[in-house]
């Protein structure tokens, strides 16, 4: 399986903030990956897919980059909705494995 | 717009087998692909399995050997089976639309609860 590492696992920040996250994975996945954001007791939601690419209906303070193994997700102007778990997922493989999760508090 | 909806038992007993059912509305299952993905309390995502209409199918290597996928397309849903659940087993089990290798997990089920006890 391929791993896929993020980090931090936490952080808090301020509204207004620039927030990056990251996500490593253990070997090359081109740009086949997604981000999502989960909120407590809700079903994630499909925030990035193909690295960069935003979903329809997302803000777009939210963008993300990266290939290979490396990949940043990145929240401009923190907004007080933006709390909750982000997680990220390669689809390279055919069985596809997401990363432990970051946690996002707002201060 | 596609909505998912998952149905079962909130309770298994332990060596027991586990039956869920994802309905979907708001679209057909006869196109893209359909996960499960499961997440224990305070834990990350595990993905289960995938499967498409034209009966193929994908799984966790990690739960191969317990796990059987089918879809119905006469009642528009698609169901899960896990054998031999175990503590371990324990979490929230959700459906999604699944856009197959290389692209993403786009429409969610808000989840089901299932506790592995005796």
């Known amino acids: 399986d391929i791993q896929m590492t993020q980090s931090p696992s936490s952080l808090s920040a301020s509204v207004g903030d620039r927030v990056t996250i990251t996500c490593r994975a253990s070997q090359s996945i081109s740009t086949y990956l997604n981000w999502y954001q989960q909120k407590p007791g809700k079903a994630p939601k499909l925030l990035i897919f193909g690295a960069s690419s935003l979903q329809s209906g997302v803000p777009s303070r939210f963008s993300g980059s990266g290939s290979g193994t490396d990949f940043t997700l990145t929240i401009n102007s923190l907004q007080p909705e933006d709390f909750g778990t982000y997680f990220c997922q390669q689809s390279y493989s055919t069985s596809t494995t997401f990363g432990q999760g970051t946690r996002l508090e707002i201060k | 717009q596609v909505q998912l909806q998952e149905s079962g038992p909130g309770l298994v007993k332990p060596s027991e087998t586990l039956s869920l059912i994802c309905r979907v509305s708001?679209?057909?299952?006869?196109?893209?692909?359909w996960s499960w993905i499961r997440q224990p309390a305070g834990k990350g995502l595990e993905w289960i399995g995938r499967?498409?209409?034209?009966?193929?199918?994908d799984y966790n290597p990690s739960l191969k050997s317990r796990v059987t996928m089918s879809l119905d397309t006469s009642k528009n849903h698609f169901s899960l089976t896990l054998s031999s659940m175990t503590a371990a087993d324990t979490a929230v089990y959700y459906c999604a639309r699944d856009r197959g290798v290389g692209a993403a997990i786009d429409s969610w089920g808000q989840g089901t609860l299932v506790t592995v006890s005796s």
């Open positions: 708001g679209g057909s299952i006869s196109t893209y692909y």
């Open positions: 499967m498409y209409i034209r009966g193929s199918t």
